[in-house]
């Protein structure tokens, strides 16, 4: 597959983003999901912003998004966080979690795009969309 895009990938990805009080539907991007079939990788790099966090809601369980943020990194790892999920396929971890949920941290919708190097994607990334 790398050789039909002149050595890039195919990759996937998608924002993860807090919704700290749905009612208002306020957010902030906190985290990136990224997904290579043609190497076999799902990861997620996450960076929260907790003074943007606490503009939008002072009363934010700060610990409680932090910690569903590294669960997120977890999954792709396959730690255990992961639980069952741990020894699926990169592509059906990376699909379960952009899948649509009602909670404060939530997958946005999913892109695509080639890359050389899928590992720094990710980072290059959360640079762009996060940081």
């Known amino acids: ?3 039909l895009h002149n050595g890039r990938d195919v990759f996937e990805y998608a924002v993860l983003r807090v919704v700290p009080r749905m009612e208002r539907g306020e957010l902030i991007n906190a985290g ?6 043609a190497r076999s990788l799902v990861a997620a790099r996450t960076h929260l912003d907790e003074g943007r ?8 369980d700060v610990a409680g998004v932090r910690a569903a943020l590294n669960a ?8 255990p966080e992961a639980g069952q999920a741990a020894g699926d396929a990169a592509g059906r971890r990376f699909r379960w979690l952009v899948a649509p949920r009602s909670t404060v941290v939530q997958p946005g919708p999913v892109h695509t795009g080639l890359t ?15 940081r």
């Open 1 to 3: 597959m790398s050789g």
């Open 116 to 130: 050389t190097d899928a590992e720094a994607e990710v980072e290059r990334l959360l640079d762009l969309l996060v």
């Open 32 to 37: 990136v999901v990224l997904y290579c079939h």
């Open 72 to 79: 997120v990194e977890g999954v792709c790892h396959g730690g």
């Open 53 to 60: 966090l606490r503009a939008l809601d002072p009363t934010a």
